[in-house]
């Protein structure tokens, strides 16, 4: 008995062969071989051939890259621009004529010794003083008009070269008094000083 099933498994192998394609050849098939039981990793390298392969069956992107042939050349498109569009990272505004946001410049991008006074302040002039007499040893607290100062604004008074020896102009902190520059006239002398009126130097940072 056991003689016989080499012979039997031969002649079920030989009639799947005979019947190929046909109804009764595909149902010998799954029978021998289950479907669905081949895939990827029990073909061998170059085992399929084109023969196998459906006609019409394969994308573009199952061929290596470069093997296809390239199509013709399609007509130019129309032109393309970039106005109106939102410029960003360190710009501002829209192309084609953005400008630098705010905060973009750090002090490691700015020139040595390039930097003017107007690049910094936001006001600069000159304005008339006239400080009154001081006391010995005291000081005046006086202020100046200059359009456009605001609370809580910097600023810096510097006098003209007449102001009288002894004297001295120390800066004040403006919290709130608009449109004024506030600083103090002191004297350090033992006997009072009477100064003469000047275009005194401001500027105003923010």
Aim: net charge neutral.
């Amino acid at each position: 008995m056991l003689r016989r099933v080499p012979f039997v498994l031969s002649c079920a192998a030989l009639a799947v062969a005979l019947a190929g394609a046909t109804g009764i050849g595909e149902a010998a098939q799954e029978l021998v071989l289950p479907r669905d039981s081949v895939g990827t990793a029990q073909l061998r390298d170059g085992a399929v051939t084109g023969a196998k392969v459906k006609d019409r069956s394969l994308l573009a992107r199952d061929f290596k890259q470069g093997q296809l042939p390239r199509g013709p050349q399609g007509p130019p498109g129309p032109a393309g621009t970039i106005e109106g569009v939102a410029a960003g990272g360190d710009l501002a505004g829209t192309y084609p004529s953005p400008e630098l946001a705010g905060d973009a410049v750090e002090s490691a991008q700015v020139k040595d010794g390039s930097l003017l006074l107007a690049d910094t302040a936001v006001l600069g002039g000159q304005v008339r003083v006239n400080p009154p007499s001081v006391a010995a040893h005291a000081c005046l607290s006086l202020s100046a008009p200059v359009r456009g100062v605001e609370p809580y604004d910097r600023t810096l008074v510097l006098p003209t070269q007449n102001l009288s020896s002894g004297l001295f102009v120390t800066q004040m902190f403006n919290t709130n008094t608009p449109d004024r520059v506030l600083f103090r006239v002191c004297n350090a002398m033992a006997k009072a000083f009477d100064t003469q009126a000047g275009a005194w130097a401001y500027v105003v940072w923010r």
